[in-house]
């Protein structure tokens, strides 16, 4: 019976619908069989029309017909499946769609098992059994079934293609070697193969060092995001905290402030009210002793007249009304200045913060270096928000356009005194500290120093000056020369001359360039160092020039 399985087709027993092994099959008036569930479901697809049909020979029943199992068939169904037929079904693999069929099957054609180069064709493992077992087919090339067989004959002298030619870099043919390329460098495909796969192997090897790397070097930024969060989330739970701290302390120093007016007002008008209610006490006593005298006044008996003026009580003493200082009406004003002052100076204080905790929260250094700007529009992507701080500025200098441009004055300017102003020299800072990656340009006529510096560089003295300590670095731009200064050393620049100068700062890489930007940029000095504190931007502005003839109002404009 094994036997007997092995030789049937499974189509034989197979279901048209669901195209498996029949399963509780059921047969047709017609003689058709079908799994029972299969021909159901065909069955009510059709039940509006009430008319039910065979799904093969399309043969009508009415009404719709009760279906009984086919015993028998059951059996041999269940008879053949133990017996084999399914492991005979699962070796008749059939091509189907992208599959290389077998060459020498007829009708449904068998997947093949291999490809022979030698024969240009295709075999299943049936008929794959003659390069098996006779000797000169052994000696062929068998390879994985393929579609492109043609690919490995020669299109000209249609010849497999087994010699590779290292000068074309091309598979030929054994009769190319002996044509069009003749007396090239040639050597086997299987030794061509052989050292290509060596290369593939190094290649691969170095890739998948990469690969391990790059692992690593992933696990390493997942723990740098990681990091990154975890402070982050502890920079805002720890700033949280510290405003909350800072806004209890300026509620708290505002009722306080309440209070003491409150106790103030309280104290000051108790004091009025006490003197009002004296003075008051004093006018009835005093309106009463004129009342009696008026009544004395208009005794006619002489002797009664002087006898009642000399028995009245002496008036008690009174306030002296002259004490009473006439003066404006400003009791508590001057605690709203004072208020306003420190108002004032506290948004001053957050200005001048601001921009540090903006530029220290926007620039989050990972371990990837990022490279330094190429173009002008690659460092203009660098570009922060700069004002000047009035604060800072000499007398002399005009700021302008939103504290954005700076031009010497003959005439001194309304500045009010302040700790962080120059007195001496002309110079002005900026408000912002910088950090992270900084670029900036600025546009003067005249001369001009641009500077950067630490904004503790000391006020009011030589010392003071850009570029003679170590806090600062400045270059000097004319219309004849540049010269660096840092340290009080000062170093001869060379370079296109320009009325733009760009400056870039990479704080944290303590790098400081400087450049002459028209219409390309040109490097003219840079500064490699160590930077510990923000920089500002600086400038000096001005020119003092020959044979005392006053001074002359130069300007420059930062540009970002």
């Known amino acids: 019976m094994a036997q007997a399985a092995a030789q049937l087709d499974p189509e034989t027993f197979s279901c048209s619908l669901c195209l498996d092994l029949l399963k509780d099959p059921v047969a047709t008036f017609c003689g058709h069989s079908y799994c029972r569930k299969c021909l159901q479901h065909h069955w009510d697809a059709e039940e509006e029309r009430r008319v039910y049909s065979c799904p093969q020979c399309r043969r009508t029943f009415t009404p719709r017909p009760v279906l009984e199992k086919n015993t028998m068939l059951a059996a041999l169904v269940e008879t053949l499946v133990k017996t084999g037929l399914q492991d005979a079904s699962a070796d008749h693999c059939y091509a189907g769609a992208g599959d290389?069929?077998?060459?020498?099957?007829?009708?449904?054609?068998?997947?093949?098992?291999?490809?022979?180069?030698?024969?240009?064709?295709?075999?299943?493992?049936?008929?794959?059994?003659?390069?098996?077992?006779?000797?000169?087919?052994?000696?062929?090339?068998?390879?994985?079934?393929s579609q492109q067989l043609q690919e490995n004959i020669c299109p000209r002298h249609d010849e497999v293609m087994k010699i590779f030619c290292r000068n074309d870099q091309k598979i030929i043919c054994g009769l190319c070697c002996m044509d069009e390329h003749k007396g090239h460098d040639t050597v086997a495909a299987a030794a061509e193969r052989t050292e290509r796969q060596r290369e593939l192997e190094e290649t691969r090897q170095k890739i998948q060092q990469k690969i391990q790397h790059t692992e690593e070097d992933l696990k390493v930024l997942q723990k740098e995001v990681e990091s990154i969060n975890g402070s982050a989330d502890k920079a805002v739970k720890d700033s949280e905290k510290i405003l909350t701290q800072m806004i209890r302390l300026l509620e708290k120093r505002r009722s306080e402030v309440q209070q003491q007016v409150r106790s103030t007002q309280g104290a000051a008008v108790s004091g009025v009210k006490e003197l009002e209610k004296k003075l008051e006490q004093e006018m009835m006593e005093l309106k009463r002793r004129d009342a009696e005298l008026e009544k004395i006044s208009h005794t006619l008996d002489h002797s009664q007249f002087l006898h009642r003026l000399s028995s009245l009580p002496a008036l008690s003493p009174s306030p002296d009304s002259s004490s009473l200082e006439i003066r404006p009406r400003r009791y508590f004003e001057d605690v709203a200045a004072a208020v306003t002052k420190l108002r004032d100076e506290i948004q001053q204080v957050l200005m001048e913060t601001q921009t540090n905790i903006s530029?220290?929260?926007?620039?989050?250094?990972?371990?990837?270096?990022?490279?330094?700007?190429?173009?002008?529009?690659?460092?203009?992507?660098?570009?922060?928000?700069?004002?000047?701080?009035?604060?800072t500025a000499f007398k002399h200098l005009l700021l302008s356009e939103e504290n954005r441009k700076v031009t010497f004055m003959k005439e001194v300017q309304s500045y009010c005194d302040h700790p962080d102003r120059f007195t001496t020299l002309w110079q002005v800072l900026s408000r912002e500290g910088l950090t992270g990656r900084c670029y900036w340009e600025v546009e003067w006529r005249g001369w001009v120093d641009v500077a950067v510096a630490d904004r503790n560089i000391s006020r009011g003295s030589k010392e003071s000056e850009f570029g003679s300590n170590d806090k600062s670095w400045r270059l000097y731009c004319s219309s004849g020369r540049y010269l660096f200064y840092h340290n009080n050393i000062r170093t001869d620049v060379s370079g296109p001359r320009s009325s733009r100068v760009g400056v870039y700062l990479d704080h944290r890489a303590g790098l400081l360039s400087f450049y002459s930007v028209s219409g390309t940029m040109e490097l003219l000095h840079r500064v490699q160092t160590s930077f510990t504190q923000p920089l500002h931007v600086g400038f000096v502005s001005g020119c003092q020039s020959q044979g005392g003839r006053g001074l002359d109002a130069t300007s420059c404009l930062c540009s970002w």
């Open 100 to 145: 290389v069929a077998c060459d020498v099957c007829t009708g449904r054609k068998l997947k093949a098992l291999k490809s022979c180069l030698d024969c240009r064709a295709s075999y299943c493992d049936s008929h794959l059994q003659h390069h098996r077992d006779v000797p000169p087919l052994q000696r062929h090339k068998l390879v994985e079934p």
């Open 359 to 391: 530029q220290t929260v926007s620039y989050v250094d990972v371990l990837l270096k990022v490279p330094e700007p190429r173009s002008r529009e690659d460092f203009l992507r660098c570009s922060p928000q700069i004002t000047l701080d009035p604060n």
